[in-house]
């Protein structure tokens, strides 16, 4: 199964509820709202897809179909920027 957890190229500074990552290498800026902070915050444990939208549906009121398709284009950005990395879970060892 894959798991994403954060790459370790980025810096992260959070600004009330919302948050910024910079790309170390290439020096863009990201901005993420309040529930993408959050699925941030919660990649910080490396999880599935499932695992997230899991929670995503406990912590918000939202359709299923809505929060699965959100939460896969998100991810899809940040593996596309590099900001998180797409691993076999396997080969993920949480301390």
Do not use: C
């Not at 915050?41 to 549906?57: A, D, G, I, V």
Request: aromatic share 8%; net charge negative; glycine share 4%.
């Amino acid at each position: 199964m894959t798991v994403y957890r954060p790459s370790t190229k980025h810096l992260y500074s959070e600004i009330n509820s919302e948050a910024v990552l910079l790309d170390t290498e290439s020096g863009t800026y990201f901005g993420l709202n309040d529930v993408s902070n959050q699925i941030w915050q919660w990649l910080q444990t490396p999880s599935n897809e499932q695992r997230l939208l899991e929670l995503l549906l406990e912590e918000y009121d939202v359709a299923e179909s809505e929060a699965r398709a959100d939460l896969q284009s998100l991810l899809e950005d940040l593996a596309h920027n590099g900001l998180i990395e797409a691993v076999e879970e396997q080969a993920v060892q949480v301390s």
